[in-house]
């Protein structure tokens, strides 16, 4: 075993899929290069940008030799393939923005030697997230404010805006203070399959020229995956989900690390990244109104040296 100094650093570029639910994967240009013209979004089109502020409450970080599943993750399941880098039972608020609070590491981890190809983090299913940007040129949100400096506002960005509102607020300036928006991740995967969705596998994401391939799991508060609570009241197209039985708690990423972390005799330092550019995408009606405000993921990088 090495007993190493682990490093951690939040950096303001980014990528995955932990929350990439209500966007299709072709993310779309930058937000800030949109103009007036030939740039203006059309019915379908997202922009994206880097969120001011990204919180989740983080229970663990570990680096695996193989992936992370439920089964194995579980104290009576089969052979853990991960080493836990952070562990905080009750978990722990942190904002994975730029600037924002780092996760708290021990001292010095052991390590075995070897390969290691995955990352594991799990989180709470709820989150929120707060995004802030000037356009180039003034833009108009589908509750009708308009102007360059938009910016979420506080709502519920698990549901789709109702007629004349929208996730985003413009104005000629920022107010004060801007109000982050929440989501809970607790339905994953394609709605036919089981009536579960509580898992989506091989999820590709790329976002600042980095790509990404994870994971997803819903777990429910014993650590086991969620399952069988899925029915629906309403009538097609206007189909509500409803949710009894199990209380999906956690969300557990098993992320494939773009370059293997490799743990050998001369191993002194692991680093940590979690990035997460371009993490917050906006969402534009057919007349060019921002409508929805969405997460597009964050990614972990870990290195050794």
């Known amino acids: 075993m090495k007993n190493l100094k682990i490093v951690l650093f939040v950096a303001a570029f980014c990528t995955t899929n932990i929350g990439s639910i209500a966007f299709a994967q072709s993310i779309g240009p930058d937000c800030s290069t949109l103009t007036t013209s030939s740039g203006l979004p059309v019915g379908g089109t997202e922009c994206k940008t880097t969120p001011t502020s990204l919180i989740f409450k983080i229970y663990e970080l570990s680096l695996c030799t193989a992936a992370a599943t439920p089964s194995n ?66 833009r108009t949100a589908n509750d009708l404010s308009s102007g360059a400096f938009c910016y979420s506002n506080g709502s519920d960005m698990d549901n789709y805006p109702a007629s004349g509102t929208s996730h985003i607020t413009c104005a000629s300036a920022f107010p004060t203070t801007v109000d982050a928006s929440t989501a809970n991740l607790k339905l994953l995967g394609e709605e036919a399959t089981g009536f579960d969705m509580n898992q989506e596998i091989a999820i590709s994401t790329t976002l600042a020229g980095v790509t990404s391939v994870t994971d997803l799991y819903i777990l429910d508060s014993d650590g086991t995956q969620s399952s069988g609570d899925l029915t629906y009241t309403g009538s097609a197209p206007y189909l509500t989900p409803v949710l009894s039985g199990s209380d999906r708690t956690y969300i557990m990423a098993s992320q494939i690390l773009t370059t293997p972390v490799e743990i050998s005799p001369n191993t002194t330092n692991v680093e940590l990244g979690i990035l997460v550019t371009d993490a917050s995408g906006l969402f534009f009606a057919s007349n060019g109104n921002i409508v929805e405000n969405g997460f597009n993921g964050l990614i972990i990088q870990i290195s050794a040296n």
Not at 75 to 83: D, E, H, K, L, W
Not at 97 to 108: C, K, N, P, T, V
Request: proline share 2%; glycine share 8%; hydrophobic share 40%.
């Open 73 to 138: 993750q579980l104290v009576s399941g089969t052979a853990n393939p991960c080493t836990k880098l952070h562990y905080d039972v009750n978990g722990e608020d942190i904002d994975l923005s730029a600037g924002g609070a780092s996760i708290q590491l021990e001292s010095d981890v052991s390590l075995a030697e070897g390969s290691y190809t995955h990352a594991l983090l799990k989180m709470n299913t709820s989150f929120s997230m707060t995004t802030k940007l000037q356009f180039a040129a003034i």
